[in-house]
């Protein structure tokens, strides 16, 4: 029998997702070392020493189920950003809290906007639920909100909107989501994911938590896998108003959130200094990206992100293959419609280095063949 005969009809059309290629698969494809990855947006300083501490700390406790509130951390998260605990919602990653979104506000039928060349997750949790796509064109490869006001109908239940945008960086600034979210009606969910937020300068940063006192229907997402250097422990919140917190928490799973990723969580919310020079790294080594490639005659979409995405003007395939012999990892993009750009993270000092020389070699080879 062909079970796929039988599955949700919004899943037959689904592929599974293709997260960055691990540095172990391809040491056991190529059988090469001193492999960099920059692929999958990780935090290149590793993971944080107070979370470290926090965990050793847990390890007598995990026999016991997490607490399923989250009450600590939700309390470390209210403090820090002057919010309510009961507007918290604890997620398995940031993506366990945008496949709950949809969960919670959409079905077949209904129908939920998001923007050509956005965050993959998007498309596949509309898929998933048999809900409507409305992917609007992108503007200079960013978020076109005239675009989204104008495909608003009496179906659309969900807008899905990344600050900064991932792959391509793209940056909208507060006026621009305020003046968006006035037009928005009150009965449409607008949420804004803020995975990146981190890496952006502090005097452009959105105050996206003051913009849910005047929208109740806005839900913030942020993750700590990025700026925070928690990804493998897969731990997100979103922060609401009371009445659409109390809805996700009625469909959110008990113990999604594991009891090492909350404690690590509540270590690394106050981890100020760890998270500055995180964003330092970015911003300065980010800056050499730019001159990089400016002096190659390579295009790159300005980013706000922890990663840059270059357009090679040429399927960036066989770029991508011609990296990886050299022991560089980064991330096609052809997935999200972009088949001439490749997204790469940005990394510590001597791992853009590593990837500044493999990619003249690699583009040297390719003119020669």
Not at 1 to 20: C, D, E, F
Not at 98 to 107: D, R, Y
Not at 161 to 181: C, R, S, V
Not at 189 to 202: G, H, R, S
Request: glycine residues 6%.
């Amino acid at each position: 029998m062909q079970y796929i005969t039988i599955a949700n009809p919004g899943v037959k059309s689904l592929s599974p997702y293709q997260a960055g290629k691990p540095i172990e698969e391809l040491e056991r494809e190529l059988g090469i070392t001193n492999i960099i990855k920059l692929a999958s947006n990780e935090n290149p300083f590793g993971f944080p020493e107070s979370a470290k501490q926090a965990i050793i700390k847990q390890l007598d406790q995990l026999t016991r189920y997490p607490d399923a509130n989250g009450f600590e951390l939700k309390q470390a998260i209210a403090k820090k950003f002057s919010v309510q605990p009961n507007q918290i919602t604890l997620g398995n990653g940031s993506n366990d809290l945008l496949e709950l979104f949809a969960h919670t506000f959409a079905s077949e039928g209904d129908e939920i906007i998001y923007s050509q060349y956005a965050f993959i997750v998007y498309p596949l949790v509309t898929k998933a639920i048999n809900a409507t796509a409305k992917e609007i064109p992108a503007k200079n490869w960013g978020h076109h909100l005239a675009g989204f006001l104008t495909a608003l109908s009496d179906k659309t239940k969900l807008i899905f909107i990344a600050n900064p945008n991932n792959p391509t960086g793209n940056f909208l600034t507060e006026q621009e989501l305020d003046d968006f979210l006035a037009k928005v009606p009150e009965n449409v969910i607008v949420v804004l994911d803020e995975a990146y937020t981190e890496f952006t300068l502090p005097e452009e940063r959105v105050n996206s938590f003051g913009l849910l006192k005047k929208y109740p229907n806005l839900i913030v997402s942020r993750s700590l896998s990025k700026a925070y250097g928690l990804a493998g422990l897969r731990i997100g919140y979103a922060v609401s108003n009371p009445e659409i917190a109390d809805l996700l928490n009625r469909v959110r799973q008990p113990f999604n959130c594991n009891s090492l990723a909350i404690a690590s969580a509540i270590a690394v919310m106050n981890d100020d200094d760890f998270i500055e020079k995180v964003a330092e790294n970015n911003r300065v080594e980010m800056a050499r990206y730019e001159q990089f490639c400016r002096r190659y005659g390579l295009d790159y979409i300005p980013s706000k992100g922890n990663f840059i995405t270059i357009d090679f003007k040429q399927p960036a395939q066989p770029i991508y293959e011609a990296l990886l012999r050299k022991g560089v990892i980064v991330r096609p993009i052809a997935g999200y419609g972009m088949p001439n750009h490749l997204r790469i993270s940005i990394g510590l000092p001597q791992e853009n280095d590593k990837f500044f020389t493999a990619l003249i070699q690699v583009l040297n080879l390719i003119q020669t063949d």
